[in-house]
């Protein structure tokens, strides 16, 4: 018995931990070409600065000005300083930020030039 209850606990966890982060499904649909494209905008020292003011402009009211997240109604917008973003590649944050997951309720940013997208994942990698 308290086995069980030790495994619905851990059950309950990761669902929670998973919510929290959104579900990650996105992932699997980054094609392998997209996955391993490099930041061209990694080495610019510039690109951080420039990225956090797209970050304050497009995602902050979603993400938290800090970039801690938020929870909206029964929207959880994950925190980006997760574990996920940081294992994430550049070409898999450029291909979300590309594509949205509307399913998680992010939107495609695609209208924003690629510069911009590549400023952005430079800032959120910077993050600590």
Not at 5 to 34: F, N, Q, S, Y
Not at 84 to 93: I, M, Y
Request: proline share 9%.
């Amino acid at each position: 018995m308290r086995r069980l209850a030790h495994i619905l606990l851990m059950l309950g966890l990761a669902v929670t931990l998973c919510a929290a982060a959104g579900d990650g499904e996105w992932l699997r649909k980054v094609p392998a070409k997209d996955r391993t494209r490099p930041n061209p905008y990694a080495t610019d020292p510039d690109a951080p600065a420039a990225g956090a003011k797209i970050f304050a402009e497009h995602c902050a009211a979603c993400h938290g000005g800090e970039a801690e997240g938020k929870t909206e109604g029964k929207h959880i917008r994950p925190n980006l300083h997760s574990d996920r973003l940081k294992q994430a590649t550049p070409g898999e944050l450029f291909w979300l930020l590309t594509n949205g997951s509307q399913k998680n309720g992010m939107p495609s940013w695609s209208r924003l030039p690629d510069p911009q997208r590549w400023q952005l994942i430079t800032f959120l990698k910077s993050l600590p």
